[in-house]
C-alpha cells in the first residue's frame, strides 16, 4: 500500500460476518478520517504521513477489540467439551444478570453509542 493511501471499512478489517459490524466499522472509520480531516490546519497535505499515521492509531483499538471479541465468540460456541460449554454458558449467564455490561453491550451494537 502506498504511503499516502488511506483504507477504510471492509477494506480494512477482516471482521467475522458474525459480528454484523463491518458496516459500523467503515462508518467509524469515514467519520475518524473526517474529523481528523476537518480539523487539520488549512492547506495542510491531507496525505501527510503524520495525519495518516495520526488517523491509524485512533482507529486501531475498535476494530481489534470487535475481532478478538467476535473470534471468541465464534470458537466459544463451536466447543464440543462439556466443560467448555458450561464456562461458556456460565459467561453469558453473567453477562446477562449484570444490567450495566449487558446496556453497554446492547448500546454498542445498535450504534447508540
Known amino acids: 500500500m502506498g504511503k499516502r493511501t488511506v483504507v477504510i471499512g471492509d477494506a480494512a478489517h477482516g471482521i467475522h460476518p458474525l459480528s454484523g459490524h463491518g458496516i459500523n466499522l467503515g462508518f467509524n472509520d469515514a467519520a475518524e478520517l473526517a474529523a481528523l480531516l476537518g480539523s487539520a490546519e488549512s492547506g495542510k497535505d491531507p496525505g501527510d504521513p503524520v495525519l495518516l499515521a495520526r488517523y491509524e492509531r485512533r482507529r486501531f483499538e475498535e476494530p481489534f477489540l470487535l475481532q478478538t471479541v467476535t473470534d471468541a465468540l465464534a470458537k466459544g460456541f463451536a466447543w464440543d467439551n462439556p466443560l467448555l460449554r458450561w464456562t461458556r454458558n456460565c459467561g453469558m ?20 453509542q
Not at 93 to 112: E, G, I
Open 93 to 112: 449467564s453473567l453477562v446477562d444478570h449484570l444490567p450495566f455490561v449487558k446496556r453497554r453491550l446492547v448500546r454498542y451494537a445498535t450504534l447508540a
